[in-house]
Antibody, heavy 121, light 111 residues
Framework: QVQLVQSGAEVKKPGASVKVSCKASGYTFTSYYMHWVRQAPGQGLEWMGIINPSNGDTNYAQKFQGRVTMTRDTSTSTVYMELSSLRSEDTAVYYC??????????????WGQGTLVTVSS | QSVLTQPPSVSGAPGQRVTISCTGSSSNIGAGYDVHWYQHLPGTAPNLLIYASSNRPSGVPDRFSGSKSGTSASLAITGLQAEDEADYYCQSYDSSLSGWVFGGGTKLTVL
C-alpha cells in the first residue's frame, strides 16, 4: 500500500532553514507528482508547491518563491522541501501529498502524516 | 483571503443534510478546472472525499456528494453523523496564479 513517511518535528530559530523529507513506498515513485501543503495553527490548508519526481521540475506558489526549494532522490524515493529565512509565521504542520500523473489536475490522494515545524527564538 | 471562498462554519443535527459551498472565479472553477474536496480531522492528515467535482473514492460513503456549476462547487452531506464533525476544504487549480489553491475551510459541527 502507498505510504508517505515524513521526518520528525523540528524547532528552528528565526532566519534559519528547515528541510523536511517525505519517503514514499508502495508505488512507482515517478508515477506521482509530490505536493507540499502546510497548515499554520488555527489556519487552513495552504499549497506550497509541486515537484515532478521524474525530472525534478518544480512549480512553487508565488508566496514562497525564493524561499522554498523542493528536490528529490530517486534512489531512495524521497522528496525534500527546504524552507529558508524562517519566521514565526512559518510555524505550521507541513504535509507531502501525491497527485497521480494522468494529465489534468488530479486530486491529492495520499498524504504523509505531517511534520510540525516550530519557529521560535 | 483565500482564492476559493467557503463559509467558515456550518452545523446540523444528526440525520440532517448540510451543504458547503466553494465559490471561485473565471480563473479556477469557472475555467473548468476540477474541484476536489478533503475532510480534515484534527491531528490527522487530510483525506480525499470527492474528486473531479462529483466522484467518490472507494470507501467514501454515498452520504457525501459533490456538484459544480459555473464558478462554484458544493459538497453535500446527508444523514449527518457525529463522526462527520471535521474541517472540509475544496481545492482547484488557478490559471492566474499558475498553481493549486484551497478554500479557507469550513468547520462542520454536528449538534
Amino acid at each position: 500500500q502507498v505510504q508517505l513517511v515524513q521526518s520528525g518535528a523540528e524547532v528552528k530559530k528565526p532566519g534559519a532553514s528547515v528541510k523536511v523529507s517525505c519517503k514514499a513506498s508502495g508505488y512507482t515513485f515517478t508515477s506521482y507528482y509530490m505536493h507540499w501543503v502546510r497548515q499554520a495553527p488555527g489556519q487552513g490548508l495552504e499549497w506550497m508547491g509541486i515537484i515532478n519526481p521524474s525530472n525534478g521540475d518544480t512549480n512553487y506558489a508565488q508566496k514562497f518563491q525564493g524561499r522554498v526549494t523542493m528536490t528529490r532522490d530517486t534512489s531512495t524515493s524521497t522528496v525534500y522541501m527546504e524552507l529558508s529565512s524562517l519566521r514565526s509565521e512559518d510555524t505550521a504542520v507541513y504535509y507531502c501529498a501525491t497527485e497521480r500523473i494522468l494529465g489534468g489536475y488530479q486530486p491529492l490522494d495520499y498524504w504523509g502524516q505531517g511534520t510540525l515545524v516550530t519557529v521560535s527564538s | 483571503q483565500s482564492v476559493l471562498t467557503q463559509p467558515p462554519s456550518v452545523s446540523g443535527a444528526p440525520g440532517q443534510r448540510v451543504t458547503i459551498s466553494c465559490t471561485g472565479s473565471s480563473s479556477n472553477i469557472g475555467a473548468g478546472y476540477d474541484v476536489h474536496w478533503y475532510q480534515h480531522l484534527p491531528g490527522t492528515a487530510p483525506n480525499l472525499l470527492i474528486y473531479a467535482s462529483s466522484n467518490r473514492p472507494s470507501g467514501v460513503p454515498d452520504r457525501f456528494s459533490g456538484s459544480k456549476s459555473g464558478t462554484s462547487a458544493s459538497l453535500a452531506i446527508t444523514g449527518l453523523q457525529a463522526e462527520d464533525e471535521a474541517d472540509y476544504y475544496c481545492q482547484s487549480y488557478d490559471s492566474s496564479l499558475s498553481g493549486w489553491v484551497f478554500g479557507g475551510g469550513t468547520k462542520l459541527t454536528v449538534l
